[in-house]
């Protein structure tokens, strides 16, 4: 199986005049992307904000459905946000992966921008193969900032569509990605 991991990245984004911002936690992406995450195989998807009050959202939401009354109505949301873990920071999300897997993954950016030298699904798909885990990389907002892509090891190529319009939900760009790199149809 697959060592795959997901971050959504909340600080530093940016907004639509291209300024770095911190943006807000949404319920819907964290159960969507959790439960996106659960029925690929994911092994664990990461909310990453510096702020305290979105961490602390975060944690209520997750407990809400892991521990509380959520959990004990719908036990396959419990299953999926179990896989949810709050940093700080794309490095924390790093260094836990690391502890965990006793290597640092390769972080792999996701934008709706066309960057050179962008990976193809099928050479992400090879990569999956190997030992090494991978930590597939999203933003929040209009997507992540410079400094974010600049330091990942690879960045994937965006999903395309005939129709020229390109802006996804980030939890329905998440949900395309998983299945076209660990879904049965992919070929």
């Not at 929040?140 to 802006?167: C, F, R």
Request: charged content about 25%; overall charge neutral; proline content about 4%.
């Amino acid at each position: 199986m697959p060592r795959l991991y997901v971050t959504l990245i909340h600080y530093p984004v940016v907004n639509k005049q291209g300024e770095c911002i911190a943006s807000a936690v949404t319920n819907l992406d964290l159960h969507d992307i959790a439960r996106t995450m659960k029925t690929y195989g994911g092994l664990g998807f990461y909310v990453a904000t510096p702020l305290t009050d979105q961490k602390a959202l975060v944690e209520r939401i997750v407990s809400h459905w892991t521990s509380g009354v959520g959990g004990e109505h719908h036990p396959k949301r419990k299953q999926a946000l179990e896989l949810v873990r709050v940093a700080d920071s794309l490095e924390a999300v790093c260094e836990d992966i690391g502890r965990r897997e006793g290597v640092a993954p390769k972080t792999v950016v996701t934008s709706a921008k066309q960057r050179e030298g962008s990976l193809r699904f099928t050479e992400l798909r090879a990569m999956l193969e190997e030992e090494t885990p991978v930590l597939l990389v999203f933003g929040t907002a209009w997507g992540l900032a410079e400094d974010i892509m600049i330091k990942a090891d690879y960045s994937l190529a965006p999903i395309v569509t005939q129709t020229g319009y390109n802006h996804l939900p980030v939890r329905c760009a998440a949900a395309i990605v998983m299945d076209r790199l660990l879904g049965s149809g992919r070929d």
